[in-house]
Nanobody, 118 residues
Framework: QVHVVESGGGLVQPGGSLRLSCAAS????????MGWYRQAPGKQRELVAR???????NYADSVKGRFTISRDNAKNTVYLQMNNLKPEDTAVYYC????????????WGQGTQVTVSS
């Protein structure tokens, strides 16, 4: 069974930085793409950043220039470096992995809380 597990959330002041990690239970190259989503209270879950198997990345407009998604193939881990954090970045952040098999549902982590507040 495939698992993805997030870590690295916490409380940070505006302007600060955090790095989230998502560890997969198998090679990240076995996925079509991996990404980060977030969900704030009362809002829908939204895509934050994604990296494809081929290494292409895309970002939500609200985080471009501040967040960077990257991966460590040897550790089967995807990272989200978040800089210049703003209160509106406060949310639960979820790791997502998309299978090459269209019949397979996406894999989701349990989420990690990020709170940006002074």
């Amino acid at each position: 069974q495939v698992h993805v597990v997030e870590s690295g959330g916490g409380l940070v002041q505006p302007g600060g930085s955090l790095r989230l990690s998502c560890a997969a239970s198998r090679s990240i190259f076995s996925f079509l793409a991996m990404g980060w989503y977030r969900q704030a209270p009362g809002k829908q879950r939204e895509l934050v950043a994604r990296i494809t198997n081929g290494g292409n990345t895309n970002y939500a407009d609200s985080v471009k220039g501040r967040f960077t998604i990257s991966r460590d193939n040897a550790k089967n881990t995807v990272y989200l470096q978040m800089n210049n954090l703003k209160p509106e970045d406060t949310a639960v952040y979820y790791c997502n992995a998309v299978s090459f098999d269209a019949r397979q549902s996406d894999y989701w982590g349990q989420g990690t809380q990020v709170t940006v507040s002074s």
